[in-house]
């Protein structure tokens, strides 16, 4: 549905981040609340409960967004979100996320 390359053009600063080079904890998080299933290749299949970081947000009602489980990343409707406000919850998902990346790299 979207390409990167678009979107590279509307948010030039959120372009080709990454968690490493962005504040974690100063990325919005989202908690999935419906289900989604890519149709396309840089769209990001999603499940009910899964925590996204969100990179981008087009007006069009898209998420660019890595999913904390697993890292993997890609757009998905924003309807499917719901923002996590809570700080106590953001801090844990980012500590959640770094135990995970040490897992990764200590394999």
Avoid at 16 to 31: I, K, W, Y
Avoid at 53 to 72: A, F, K, T
């Amino acid at each position: 549905m979207h390409t990167t390359a678009l979107c590279r053009v509307c948010f030039p600063s959120a372009a080709g981040s990454s968690v490493g080079s962005l504040s974690s904890s100063a990325l919005t998080q989202v908690e999935i609340i419906r289900s989604f299933t890519a149709k396309q290749p840089d769209e990001l299949s999603l499940q009910v409960a899964d925590v996204v970081l969100i990179y981008q947000r087009v007006s069009d009602g898209w998420y660019e967004g890595e999913r904390l489980r697993d890292g993997e990343r890609g757009w998905f409707p924003m309807e499917c979100a719901k923002e996590i406000t809570c700080q106590a919850t953001i801090d844990k998902n980012v500590e959640r996320m770094g135990r995970l990346l040490g897992l990764e790299t200590n394999v």
